[in-house]
């Protein structure tokens, strides 16, 4: 049986999340109660990571591929969601094998759904699946390659509508709100975007919104949208929903398809709390624009332009504000290697300037640095076209990979055509910067984590006011002379060590200890998150920050367990910081990075995919760490609004504090108003209710 969904189905999923979801994935709570309450013997839903061709393909590392196929963050996450719901606990219902339609052969899938669906029906043979599902593969090929030959005619004398989006949006009646049927009802004759053959424009699509779209649906929208803006007589309307991450980006792309080549279009976002009388007028405005272009002159083609990306000798490279130490040390190695480098400002400015040349919806990290570098470009007078932005991302499910694509784009709105964006991988940067430079890169990263960790250390506990700070500016100091100089890095380290070293300090009483995690952005930048750490020290708290090097830790662990990549990349990346933590072991004791095995293990034993990429994985398997350890007394968990990863680790979360009893509090920042507000409560609690503790680690 399958559920029945519907809008009961919608209501009821409301009742039940724990973060601030979609439509589609409300709904999809909302059918695992409809299903649990059916008394059924178990609830399949796999978690498909990306979608597949005729053959499957090699498996890429994170540190070469550059695209991929990807279902939404949200979708891959469903079951791991639903199965770790406080608000409905559905015991061992759920069955969900981890799936890529990409790399595995159907042959491979079905051995990896029988291996799941055995556990509960062990009498299931696996020949018989597999003929089974081999046998409704074949015919889903066999459709798709028969719909391709029955493309309905366009009506010549008539409205041609083509419906893009995601299916689970269109076809679902409680999310779509009869929209289809309302554009019909008014004389469109309406198409579905798989019943368009896109494949040969889809071929042949340049530019970087094309060749770096690692969403599938995003790919056959990006398709849809091409074939709809070069067709006469065909217009587009492609149905969202609020909260969508992915689409935050693609209408941006849309529209800049859809621009170039004069045609109108209609965008719809929908929400659980819609219907579909405010988009009626909507509708009908689009479809007398529609008729009026059909009657007109008929769309006109600009080319986009394609600003290059390669890092040449003489360009200005500006680097993005992470925090304070880290793009400092990031800048003067770029100097090390004869670069003109700038850091990116970093104040409430360069949101309002990205916003400016953004949708609106985008990840609020991407339209800081954006609005940072045409800030920054504008008020320098440099020259774009000799201008470097060192934007590091990795192809993983998230809006990431999409970063640089975003500042292309809201540099060009802003006049300033021609700025360079890196297309640099930040597990493989020697594909692209010159020499050791991306070694350095990792390295000053290394020294800037690690500086954090002894100043948050020492701070709270210091004698003197202000003594933990003057050592923080003359660490800066120490590290920057030793880049310009060329001097061991070790070396200028140990001179970091003794200026903390030599703060007195009062810590036979350790107060609360708060991790902060999340977001790599938020938790580091102070002026995104709104000095979270500062507030938390000042009402009491002892903060733990993890290393920015767990992000490429964590994704070369994953490559080694899918056999890509040798066990000692991992291995030799953590055991060169592993010596600079050596230096420091008397004075962050325990902090030091975990083993991300031990990570890997942990997320395991609480039925958590570590093969699930992404900085959910990261999140939680970080809180595990410190959770089953006893290490902290409450986690502040960072993120801009809307994150994906943040709103799926938030759901998650539930389950581990009530598990170990520790306060997991999650803070989303949008720009605006005082998030950290939240923590007053919960820091006066953690103060007041703490016995007094010796020293542990250090």
């Known amino acids: 049986m399958v559920a029945r969904n519907g809008r009961k189905s919608l209501s009821r999923g409301k009742a039940l999340v724990n973060s601030d979801f979609c439509a589609p994935i409300i709904l999809a709570h909302g059918a695992m109660q409809e299903l649990r309450d059916r008394n059924v013997d178990a609830i399949f839903f796999p978690s498909i990571l990306n979608e597949g061709g005729h053959e499957p393909q090699a498996h890429e590392s994170f540190r070469l591929k550059t695209t991929d196929s990807y279902y939404c963050y949200y979708s891959q996450y469903a079951p791991t969601l639903l199965g770790n719901l406080t608000t409905l606990p559905l015991g061992d219902l759920l069955v969900a094998p981890l799936l890529s339609l990409r790399t595995d052969s159907p042959e491979r899938i079905a051995k990896l759904v029988h291996d799941a669906l055995s556990r509960k029906f062990p009498d299931l043979g696996l020949d018989e699946l597999t003929g089974h599902f081999l046998a409704a593969w074949e015919a889903m090929q066999r459709r798709n390659e028969a719909r391709k030959e029955r493309r309905p005619p366009l009506d010549p004398d008539g409205i041609n509508v083509v419906l893009a989006g995601r299916p689970y949006v269109a076809f679902e009646q409680a999310v779509s709100l009869g929209i289809p049927g309302l554009l019909e009802e008014r004389g469109a004759t309406l198409f579905w975007q798989d019943e368009l053959d896109t494949d040969a424009v889809a071929m042949e699509s340049k530019g970087a919104i094309h060749e770096r779209m690692h969403w599938a649906y995003g790919r056959k929208i990006l398709a849809t949208a091409e074939l709809v803006a070069r067709t006469p007589g065909l217009f587009l309307v492609y149905l969202s929903c609020f909260r969508c991450s992915p689409d935050s980006f693609l209408m941006s792309y849309v529209k800049e398809i859809m621009e170039a080549h004069g045609k109108p279009f209609l965008v719809l976002q929908l929400d659980e709390h819609a219907s579909d009388v405010g988009y009626t007028t909507r509708i009908e405005a689009a479809l007398r624009t529609f008729e009026s272009h059909r009657k007109g002159s008929g769309a006109t083609q600009r080319a986009p332009s394609r600003p290059g990306h390669d890092l040449a000798s003489g360009d200005t490279v500006l680097i993005p504000y992470v925090n304070r130490l880290i793009s400092a040390f990031w800048a003067e190695s770029f100097r090390t290697e004869g670069f003109d480098a700038r850091v990116l400002e970093n104040s409430e400015r360069i949101l309002h300037t990205g916003y400016r040349h953004a949708n609106g919806g985008e990840c609020m990290p991407a339209v800081a640095i954006a609005g940072g570098a045409i800030d920054l470009i504008r008020s320098q007078k440099l020259e774009p076209s000799s201008t470097f932005l060192y934007l590091p991302t990795v192809c993983m499910a998230c809006n990431f990979p999409q970063f640089p694509v975003m500042a292309s784009m809201a540099a060009e709105s802003a006049g300033l055509k021609g700025l360079k964006v890196g297309r640099v991988n930040f597990l493989n940067p020697g594909a692209v910067l010159p020499g050791v430079l991306g070694m ?71 107060r609360p200890r708060v991790a902060v995690l999340g977001d790599m952005y938020v938790k580091y930048n102070e002026v995104v998150n709104q000095q979270v750490t500062r507030r938390i020290e000042d009402l009491g708290g002892e903060i733990v920050l993890p290393s920015i090097t767990e992000m490429t830790c964590h994704f ?55 093969s699930m990429a992404g900085e959910t994985t990261i999140s939680v398997g970080r809180a595990l760490y410190w959770l089953s ?14 994150c994906c990863p943040g709103v799926v680790s938030a759901s998650l979360f539930r389950r581990l504090q009530a598990q170990y009893g520790v306060p997991i509090i999650d803070l989303f920042y949008d720009g605006t108003g005082d998030p950290n507000r939240v923590l007053i409560p919960h820091l006066a609690s953690l103060v007041g209710q703490r016995a007094p503790r010796s020293a542990r680690g250090a």
């Open 556 to 610: 070369l662990d994953v490559d080694v367990r899918a056999g890509v990549e040798r066990a000692q990349a991992v291995k030799v990346l953590q055991g060169f910081e592993a010596r600079y933590e050596k230096q420091v072991a008397d004075l962050i004791g325990e902090d030091s990075e975990p083993d991300w095995d031990t990570c890997a293990a942990l997320l395991e034993q609480h039925g958590f995919a570590p």
């Open 440 to 510: 350095r890169l990792f390295e000053t990263s290394v020294i800037a984590s690690l500086i954090y960790k002894l100043y948050h250390r020492i701070r709270p506990y210091e004698r003197e006011d202000g003594a933990a700070d003057r050592a923080l500016g003359d660490a800066e100091g120490l590290v920057l002379r030793a880049l310009r100089d060329r001097e061991g890095m070790r070396k200028a380290f140990g001179r970091v060590a003794e200026l903390f070293r030599g703060i007195a300090r009062d810590d036979a009483e350790r």
């Open 629 to 642: 350890r006893r290490m902290v007394d409450a986690i502040v968990h960072v993120n801009p609004m809307f």
